[in-house]
């Protein structure tokens, strides 16, 4: 079992930057491959970014966010972070960490992932 728990979203203006922590508990972390997702109101879940179980390992991102968004990981902290630059309104959404123990081709696919923390808003405002 692995508990996530999200923090560090809140309210920026366009062009600002947030980083967004993801801590995780139990001590099999890195058996994990993590993603981030994104929920708007309205809208459909979407992936944003993953990075494989090792720190400094691969890492994938969606191309609205690729070049902004930095996904990365510390093990010895049983922590994943999501740094985001150059933040437009269209970022705005709830974000969910999630951890995935066999991830494989489908690490940009939400039903790949095993669990999920309660999330964080992130709203960017104009």
């Known amino acids: 079992q692995v508990q996530l728990v999200e923090s560090g979203g809140g309210l920026v203006q366009a062009g600002g930057s947030l980083r967004l922590s993801c801590a995780a508990s139990g001590r099999t972390f890195s058996s994990y491959a993590m993603g981030w997702f994104r929920q708007a109101p309205g809208k459909e879940r979407e992936f944003v970014a993953a990075?494989?179980?090792?720190?400094?390992?691969?890492?994938y991102y969606a191309e609205s966010v690729r070049g902004r968004f930095t996904i990365s990981r510390d093990n010895g902290k049983n922590t994943v972070y999501l740094e985001m630059n150059s933040l437009k309104p269209e970022d705005s959404a709830v974000y969910y960490c999630?951890?995935?123990?066999?991830?494989?081709?489908?690490?940009?696919?939400?039903?790949?992932?095993?669990?999920w923390g309660q999330g964080t808003q992130v709203t960017v405002s104009s």
């Open positions: 990075i494989s179980k090792w720190s400094g390992g691969a890492t």
């Open positions: 999630a951890a995935g123990l066999a991830v494989g081709y489908g690490v940009r696919h939400g039903p790949s992932y095993d669990y």
